[in-house]
């Protein structure tokens, strides 16, 4: 049974960093194209961005040039490091395969509030 484990969330001020890491249990990422994907309160979750199995990285538009995937596979655990944070990025902030689903379960996730 996968289990995934959301850490590194917090509360920071407009401008400031985070760095955000999943840890998977149960399954390799290493064969896996893995994504962040985020929920803001009364929103859709939506996807942040994906890094391949080659460490190819692909980033929602929002948040381009503010925030790095990264990967490492021998500790099966995937990371998110956002830097020059705004209001908007407020949510609860979660990892999976990507595409997600399949047979893999969201976990609880982590809370980042970005507030003044």
């Known amino acids: 049974q996968v289990q995934l484990v959301e850490s590194g969330g917090g509360l920071v001020q407009p401008g400031g960093s985070l760095s955000l890491s999943c840890e998977v249990f149960?399954?390799?990422?290493?064969?896996?194209?893995m994504g962040w994907y985020r929920q803001a309160p009364g929103k859709q979750r939506e996807w942040v961005a994906t890094?391949?199995?080659?460490?190819?990285?692909i980033y929602a538009d929002s948040v381009k040039g503010r925030f790095t995937i990264s990967r490492d596979n021998a500790k099966n655990t995937l990371y998110l490091q956002m830097n020059s944070l705004k209001l908007e990025d407020t949510a609860i902030y979660y990892c999976?395969?990507?595409?997600?689903?399949?047979?893999?379960?969201w976990g609880q996730g982590t809370q980042v509030t970005v507030s003044s």
């Open positions: 890094i391949s199995t080659s460490s190819i990285t």
């Open positions: 999976n395969q990507f595409p997600p689903g399949g047979t893999w379960p």
């Open positions: 149960g399954s390799m990422i290493r064969i896996y194209s």
